[in-house]
């Protein structure tokens, strides 16, 4: 969380950072095991989401760190 958002893709984390920053909105879908991965290429910080969808495999600890961020965690089955 503290880290920001990575990728393991040297090719998409320049556009990635390119799109979030012109978005309206930015939602992030992803597996709740991609939390505890890190990459060096990090391309945006956490809270430039807006929305982070995710599975209820989350730590509670990580969930918890995003809202207090200001984002919306919103959890599937």
């Not at 012109?22 to 989401?49: C, G, T």
């Not at 918890?64 to 919103?74: N, S």
């Amino acid at each position: 969380i503290e880290k920001g958002l990575s990728t393991f893709d040297f090719k998409a984390a320049p556009l990635m950072g390119k799109v979030i920053g012109i978005s309206k909105r930015k939602i992030l879908l992803v597996d709740s095991h991609k939390f505890q991965a890190e990459s060096s290429l990090f391309f945006a910080p956490a809270d430039a989401m807006d929305t982070i969808i995710t599975d209820h495999g989350i730590a509670p600890d990580i969930l918890h760190a995003l809202e207090e961020k200001g984002i919306e965690v919103v959890l599937t089955p």
